[in-house]
């Protein structure tokens, strides 16, 4: 089955209806917690600080398993922030063998490497992600996840559906019932 593309900023913004309608075989914390049995067998290690207060699992990817490399290192990103990101989606797989950190099927990126990786994917969005941290137009999962960062960071969110797309409908070709991971690169940082 081939995915149709979904633009960057669509598929990372949290969608409203997201949040009604739904089955009852959803269980966020059973995602939450299998993100924290696969990491831990896998020896990832993850900010606990997060995990445990929000249940969304920050792994900071060491340089020789970033795509994006030798980006310069700069302030701390705090919410009200605006920044650039370059950003991959995934569907989480924890069963997928040829990926140590669980990523699945790609479903958006603005990361030219992924984009020319998947064949479904056209017209790649190249450019970086304008942001602003707070302003409640992101993933609730990413409103949170982000801010601590720094410019210059490579690191990766994974998100139960209730931080993601939420629970009993669909954007584009991804269920939002399913737990997600997303590749983060913090570019840029804007001051005013």
Known sequence: MKLQKLTGFGMLLLFAFAACGGDDQYD???QQEDFQEFLDSKQILYDQELAGSHYIYKVLLPEEDRVLTGLPQGARVEEGDRIRISYAGFLYNKNNTSDLY???GLFTTNILGYS????WYENPEEEPLEITIGDGRLLKGLQLGIPGS??????????????????GNQVGQVETEVPVVYEIYIVEKFTE
């Open 28 to 30: 966020p914390v059973a």
């Open 102 to 104: 669980g990523r699945g």
């Open 116 to 119: 020319l990786a998947a064949e």
């Open 150 to 167: 720094f410019v210059g960071d490579g690191f990766l969110l994974y998100l139960s559906a209730d931080y993601a797309y939420g629970e």
